[in-house]
């Protein structure tokens, strides 16, 4: 047997763990033992406790009876302020019904009228097998190492710690790369979303107001950075919960509203491209991918749940939420296409009519990208924040470290901010962030995930073989996404600059 090594430098495994060849059993038998020797002084104290007084023994009986409801009432106050079911399916369509959905006709016409209308769908299936994989590594982790439901990172790690023996001496860094991957995709939409806010209300004022008082979408993002910070000192889930339902209302009437003019007066579907260029294809996928892209919010929005149990199934929260999602895209992206052709604007919203209607969708999905700032913010935050706590021995809960986490959040607001200025060009910036961040984040590291998780289990032949085609397939697309769709984005954005 080969030198032993550290089980993992991660907070969620217990420190002076080891693995070897039988990793798998090593974890179990620990976790075993623990619970036996747990049960053993829990049985010695009532042995113990038989020799003292009746007095004693009441006493004590009124004690045990007081901690237990006091944990009861504990455990009854957490599972409140849980998100339920319907919160649940609200926060996963925010995730995923963004600034994507309003590009998809941009998406149509780098892919083809016909070549978007059979790849969105697959993809979209791609991307929601790849949350479940996630989910499916999360549950079976966290029962193994007897841990409450964990991060991304720490289900990546994990996995490469049980994983095939080359891999395991890399599992710390499978955390840092995947943190790294879930920073550049949160900041990304919040970039975009910033932007997007910017670029609607800009072309709204303007329309209604005379030429020398217009002004530039950089102006208004200047005017919203104090809006955005404030809306970013929202920390919880279940507060967030109620601005995840308003955008998503207000969404709703949006999307609404564009329809009602995508579908007046279509043009032949002849007179669009039908087949797109292979050199534009990978700025569909990268786009497509973006607006996909919610995994990263998966796993914390399971561990926030009351039945986190119903996130799966064929009829689960899950694929319930992502049917929609899907639907909406096509729709969208099809009939955009087809209405405005190769004419068609990064977001939909700059290519309706100057009418007050219209108009006024504009500030409508403003208002909804607005609150949906706060929902992609969260990831980032969760993922940086405690790290910081521990690099400078900050006391989580002090008044002292909650000052300095707001501040922390203003910072990392006017960061995203700065950098949605550098680069204003709404549908080449969704592009480059797909492409870059989301496909490894929803394509390249699930599959991988799902080989280690399950590399200890008794499987047949056939079953593995199946397991290697599928997962190395989809691994093997977000290659293909994240090296084209990278080089298309930049080489296009230096085009737009040099302009």
Known sequence: MSEKQPLIDNEITTTGNYYDDDTDDTLAKTYNNKYEVSNYESGSSSSSSNNNSNDDDFNH??????????????????????????????????????????????????????????SLPLLCILCTHCMHILVRANNILSTRLGTGKLEYQDVASNAFTIGPRPLRPFAHWAARIVNLFLLITQFGFCCVYSLFVAENISQFFNELTPKEYHFPPLTFLAFFLPLFILLSFVKSLKHLSLASSMANLLQTVGLFIVMINLVQDLPSPDQVTQVGSIATYPLFLGTAVYAFEGIGLILPLQKEMKTPESLQGYVGVLNKS??????????????????????????????????????????????????????????????????????????????????????????????????????????????????????????????????????????????????????????????????????????????????
Request: proline share 3%.
């Open 322 to 499: 992502m049917v929609l999602v899907a639907s909406i895209n096509l729709a969208i992206g099809f009939f955009g296409y087809l209405k405005f052709g190769d004419n068609v604007k990064g977001s939909i919203t700059l290519n309706l009519p100057a009418e007050p209607l219209y108009q006024s969708c504009k500030v409508i999905f403003a208002c909804a990208i607005f609150l949906s700032y706060a929902i992609q913010f969260y990831v980032p935050v969760t993922i940086i924040w405690p790290w910081v706590c521990r690099r400078f021995n900050l006391k989580e809960g002090a008044k002292k470290t909650n000052t300095i986490e707001y501040f922390f959040r203003a910072g990392l607001v006017i960061f995203t901010v700065a950098l949605a200025a550098a680069i204003p060009k709404l549908d080449l910036f969704i592009s480059l962030v797909g492409a870059i961040s989301s496909s490894g984040i929803a394509l390249m590291f699930p599959p991988i995930i799902d080989i280690c998780v399950l590399w200890n289990e008794e499987k047949g032949f056939k079953k593995w073989t199946w397991i290697f085609i599928k997962d190395g397939a989809i691994f093997l697309l977000g290659i293909a996404g994240f090296t084209t769709g990278t080089y298309a984005s930049i080489e296009n954005i230096l085009i737009h600059f040099n302009d």
């Open 61 to 118: 009986f009124k004690y045990t009876q007081s901690t237990g409801d006091q944990e009861q009432k504990k455990k009854m106050l957490v599972k409140e302020k849980r998100t339920t079911n319907m919160q649940t399916m609200m926060h996963i369509m925010k995730a995923n019904i963004g600034t994507g959905i309003l590009a998809m006709p941009t998406a149509f016409m780098n892919a083809g009228l016909y070549v978007g209308l059979i």
